[in-house]
């Protein structure tokens, strides 16, 4: 008896021994958000007691909330009333901050809050444990710091019944991971996006475990060194009892923290619009963006986003800013520039248009250019181009008539003489004494002039056409007095072709000032001499579908490049020119083989450490070495220093000695060692009472923790 003693007394000092220099990690830390609920906001919580219900969610994550979706947000359907989901709309406010809500029935408010779950390592089976069959992690706080909402009691003792807690992190496999579970209310557990565990609605504790190194997700296991999603939901919502005890040696990590230094936070919890702003009302101010790194010698507040609040575009003839005195949009009327200087007259304002001008250089004799407010008029030689460019003839241009013209070359007042032209020159021809006195002295009347044909007089008309075929050429008799009487008249905008006499359409007529504007004159189909000014929208489009086109009324066409928008935070949009707009994955890279970059649906790009399997996870550590780029770089194995009991199979001691912590457990321990499996299985029977902690020996166990147990042997020694 006395040897068992002493022998008892060196397993419990080794046993110290052995914690004191084990190198494991002995905590395990889940850190996630917790959103305190109150029923008179969410009648989903205190409502009548229930039953454990599977199928309430579906069997996937929501990849951008990262929160499970109900399977239906109908009131009436079995499964949400057996599991007591009696506003299925408020469903998505148990893992979502809703903070701004009013304090009515049914509004959604909740409180938001951090949380940390420490997970202490069990040594004798290897895994991390959290019990906690009191779990009230927000007593008075959340709505509960104010006194009136303390009004839910368990055995007349005050707790905070009515929250939901959610941790979204990642792991890498090891391959001998396990997970379980005991509680109530909801549980949902998925791994890799899918629900591994469902324990849905109010029920009393009720358990779930997963072994990792059989699950099969889609017809695929796990596979080892590859780092998954591990996403932890549960929520109390009844004030019957709080319960909770986690058992699992999954290897979890955040994989990413915001400039808070909160898991998977959005900067809220350190950063508001109250912080960031600058006293402007007409900007909106924003908080960074999650992922924005604080600099050395800056504040949160350096990094604040102060957007220029945009007022709706009403029309071209209006402006809708925002009041610096009010912050709200008001609408003033915009002023049409003076267009003088261009030889034009405003018209009005078309909402649609813009600024529409009157062309004031449209006489007949005009040009149609402007110079300095000066329009121009038709030149001789305008004229001359205009008509029929005989180089015997002057031009000119009469206001009521056009272009006209007259003979170069003007005859004397001496019958005998006739006046010539030849190229532009003028000449005289002197008639013979037949040709010039033929007997018309006295007969000729003022528009006729001497004429002689075989010595036989023969007046002819004296020539007064002045090339415009738009006008009628009159001489009077009497006082040979010589009219040019228009042909035709023209109206609106058509202008008499000098050369044809008819009526054309004269664009030029219509130019409104506006280069965003087309204006053309058309002719009436009822009455040729009508033109019609006719104004459009101008068209700048092109065939290029990443342009956006627009048209300024002083500068006309330009355009600007497509925005083309993202598809959550892992698809980007770019645009094709021939296609529009298109979507691509978002390219996350990093910059060393030991740092993982990767898009997260409800993150963006994230960074993190790379995590290692071990070749023997039960006996080393994985550790990643970085290389000379950052594809070269590789994982190795390294041994626990000193390795846990469990790798050293030829050892007399089992794992379970780690776990003793009291004699009675020594004693069992020393009972293993010297009876065996049955002589424990005696021990147990008969002292069980005074050693909880052994009801379970992974001595003894085949397979305690997803592997094999070498000690296991069901012979006495």
């Given at each position: 008896m006395k040897k068992t003693l002493l022998f008892i007394l060196f397993l419990i000092k080794y046993i110290i021994l052995i914690k004191a220099d084990n190198s494991q990690q002995t905590l395990l830390q889940?850190?996630?958000?917790?959103?305190?609920?109150?029923?008179?906001?969410?009648?989903?919580?205190?409502?009548?007691?229930?039953?454990?219900?599977?199928?309430?969610?579906?069997?996937?994550i929501n990849s951008t909330t990262r929160v499970p979706d109900l399977v239906s947000l109908l009131q009436y359907t079995t499964v949400n009333q057996n599991g007591r989901m009696n506003s299925p709309n408020l469903y998505q406010y148990f893992y979502q901050s809703n903070t701004g809500a009013p304090k009515t029935t049914n509004s959604g408010l909740n409180v938001p809050m951090t949380i940390k779950l420490n997970l202490t390592l069990d040594p004798t089976r290897g895994v991390y444990v959290y019990d906690n069959q009191y779990f009230f992690p927000i007593d008075y706080q959340g709505f509960d710091v104010d006194p009136s909402y303390r009004v839910y009691n368990n055995d007349t003792q005050y707790h905070n019944f009515h929250f939901c807690l959610k941790i979204n992190s990642k792991f890498t496999?090891?391959?001998?991971?396990?997970?379980?579970?005991?509680?109530?209310?909801d549980v949902w557990v998925f791994?890799?996006?899918?629900?591994?565990?469902?324990?849905?609605?109010?029920?009393?504790?009720?358990?779930?475990?997963?072994?990792?190194?059989?699950?099969?997700?889609?017809?695929?296991?796990?596979?080892?060194?590859?780092?998954?999603?591990?996403?932890?939901?549960?929520?109390?919502?009844h004030t019957t009892a709080s319960t909770i005890r986690v058992e699992t040696n999954i290897q979890t990590f955040c994989p990413f923290y915001d400039y808070c230094n909160v898991c998977r936070g959005d900067g809220s919890t350190c950063c508001s619009a109250t912080l960031c702003d600058d006293n402007n009302i007409c900007t909106s101010d924003i908080c960074p963006p999650a992922d924005t790194v604080i600099q050395p010698?800056?504040?949160?507040?350096?990094?604040?986003?102060h957007i220029p609040k945009t007022c709706a575009v009403i029309d071209k003839c209006s402006n809708n800013t925002?009041?610096?005195?009010?912050?709200?949009?008001?609408?003033?009327?915009?002023?049409?520039?003076?267009?003088?200087?261009?030889?034009?007259?405003?018209?009005?304002?078309?909402?649609?248009?813009?600024?529409?001008?009157?062309?004031?250089?449209?006489?007949?004799?005009?040009?149609?250019?402007c110079n300095s407010g000066t329009c121009e008029v038709k030149s001789n030689s305008t004229c001359a181009s205009e008509l029929d460019n005989d180089k015997c003839k002057i031009y000119s241009c009469d206001p009521v008539k056009g272009c006209v013209s007259e003979p170069l070359c003007k005859q004397g007042s001496n019958p005998c003489i006739v006046a010539t032209c030849s190229n532009g020159v003028c000449g005289t021809n002197t008639l013979s004494a037949s040709e010039c006195d033929c007997g018309c002295e006295g007969k000729l009347n003022a528009c006729e002039k001497n004429n002689c044909v075989n010595g036989q007089c023969s007046p002819l008309r004296i020539d007064i056409d002045d090339g415009n075929a738009c006008t009628i050429d009159v001489c009077n008799n009497s006082t040979g007095a010589v009219t040019h009487d228009p042909v035709t008249t023209c109206t609106g905008c058509n202008v008499c072709n000098p050369k044809s006499g008819t009526c054309s359409p004269t664009d030029s007529l219509c130019q409104d000032g506006n280069l965003c504007t087309d204006n053309k004159c058309v002719a009436d189909p009822s009455n040729s001499n009508l033109g019609t000014?006719?104004?459009?929208?101008?068209?700048?489009?092109?065939?290029?579908?990443?342009?956006?086109?627009?048209?300024n009324s002083?500068?006309?066409?330009?355009?600007?490049?497509?925005?083309?928008?993202?598809?959550?935070?892992?698809?980007?949009?770019?645009?094709d020119p021939d296609q529009g707009c298109l979507l691509k994955n978002r390219t996350c890279s990093s910059t060393a083989y030991c740092l993982v970059s990767e898009c997260d649906e409800s993150l963006g790009c994230i960074t993190y450490d790379r995590r290692c399997a071990a070749d023997n996870a039960k006996c080393q550590k994985g550790v990643c070495v970085n290389g000379t780029t950052p594809t070269n770089g590789k994982c190795e194995s390294i041994n626990y220093d000193p390795q846990p009991f469990v790798c050293k199979t030829a050892a007399v001691v089992s794992t379970a000695v780690v776990a003793g912590v009291v004699v009675a457990g020594a004693v069992a321990l020393g009972a293993a060692i010297f009876a065996g499996k049955k002589g424990y299985d005696y021990w147990k029977d008969s002292q069980a009472n005074t050693m909880t902690a052994s009801n379970s020996n992974p001595l003894y166990e085949a397979n305690p923790n997803g592997g094999e147990n070498p000690l296991f042997n069901d012979t006495p020694n």
């Open positions: 889940l850190e996630g958000f917790i959103y305190d609920q109150f029923p008179l906001y969410n009648d989903n919580f205190e409502p009548a007691i229930g039953s454990l219900t599977p199928g309430m969610v579906l069997p996937n496999f090891q391959g001998i991971e396990v997970f379980n579970f005991i509680g109530d209310d791994i890799n996006d899918y629900l591994v565990i469902d324990l849905g609605g109010l029920h009393t504790a009720a358990s779930k475990s997963v072994d990792l190194t059989t699950l099969t997700i889609n017809g695929q296991k796990l596979v080892k060194g590859t780092t998954y999603n591990f996403d932890f939901f549960y929520c109390e919502r010698g800056f504040t949160i507040k350096d990094y604040c986003q925002c009041s610096m005195s009010t912050g709200q949009c008001v609408q003033q009327t915009i002023p049409c520039p003076s267009k003088a200087g261009q030889c034009m007259t405003l018209d009005k304002c078309d909402a649609t248009q813009g600024c529409l001008y009157t062309q004031a250089c449209t006489g007949i004799c005009n040009t149609g250019v000014c006719q104004s459009s929208v101008k068209s700048c489009n092109t065939t290029n579908k990443c342009l956006i086109w627009s048209c002083e500068t006309g066409c330009y355009s600007t490049n497509k925005v083309c928008p993202d598809s959550g935070k892992c698809q980007v949009g770019y645009c």
